[in-house]
């Protein structure tokens, strides 16, 4: 996944943002469950509930290479060869939340989405994007047309809201994961309404975009398979500061 440049400094911004409050948020957040504590709903810091779904939850590789094509003599590509804009496809699940509020949340997604398919560049699959043998996207069943007819996305957002866990604003996780490239091609993004009432659109939107940042892959988890423009991985140096230092 590469970034347009005119959006690079934003993204750098914006995972410095998510990075400093996971890094505060860990203390609170040790435990294993997914039960964060009622107590404690001090903004910002237990605004993100990503590091209590991972705890639970790893993301699936899928084997994602053209079947039709073993056997042939001309085998064909998984992915194309040059960048485009990311394609997200959104699949609206569990919304629990009532029909008054069901379009203005939506706008959010939509809008995050969009941010995100304006920011980043992958290199499409040439098929559909089938999640085959994926039962579950942590909380969410994996539809049964997402698993044979596919859609034409590079990665598939399941979407859900409610009031389950009302000292979270949300999270966002990966489920599965192209089993070559190691990039997301599917997750969930979930917003608790609880304190809807106290939040502006702007600080929705900007939840809905930093817990999107995880679900595409700012994840501790997929840190070893960032890749650069040569090839190398990155060290541990070159993708960690010492706050020491
Ligand atoms: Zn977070």
Redesign the pocket.
């Known amino acids: 996944m590469v970034l347009n440049s005119a959006y690079l400094s934003v993204l750098i911004s914006l995972i410095s943002f998510?990075l400093s409050?996971?890094i505060l948020s860990t203390a609170t957040q040790a435990n294993s469950t997914i039960t964060p504590d009622s107590s404690n709903t001090a903004y910002p810091l237990s605004y993100?509930g990503?590091n209590l779904i991972r705890a639970n939850y790893k993301s699936t590789p899928l084997d994602l290479s053209p079947k039709s094509h073993i056997g042939s003599r001309f085998l064909q590509e998984t992915r194309e060869n040059e960048w485009s804009s990311l394609r997200i496809h959104i699949e609206y699940m569990d919304l629990n939340i009532p029909n008054s509020q069901i379009d203005y949340i939506k706008r959010i997604v939509k809008g995050s989405v969009k941010w995100y398919e304006n920011t980043l560049k992958v290199k499409r699959l040439t098929e559909k994007l089938k999640l085959e043998s994926l039962e579950d996207c942590v909380e969410v069943k994996v539809p049964q047309k997402d698993k044979t007819e596919g859609e034409d996305a590079d990665i598939i957002l399941y979407f859900t809201a409610g009031r389950k866990y009302p000292s979270i604003f949300g999270y966002a996780s990966n489920c599965a994961t192209d089993a070559e490239t190691v990039q997301p091609i599917a997750g969930i993004l979930y917003i608790d309404t609880s304190s809807l009432s106290q939040l502006s659109d702007e600080d929705l939107y900007s939840t809905a975009i930093?817990?999107m940042a995880?679900l595409l892959g700012f994840d501790p988890e997929l840190f070893p398979n960032f890749t650069k423009p040569d090839g190398t991985k990155y060290s541990t140096d070159e993708m960690f500061i010492n706050s020491n230092d």
Request: hydrophobic share 25%; glycine share 0%; net charge negative.
């Open positions: 998510a409050y996971e993100c990503f930093h817990e995880h």
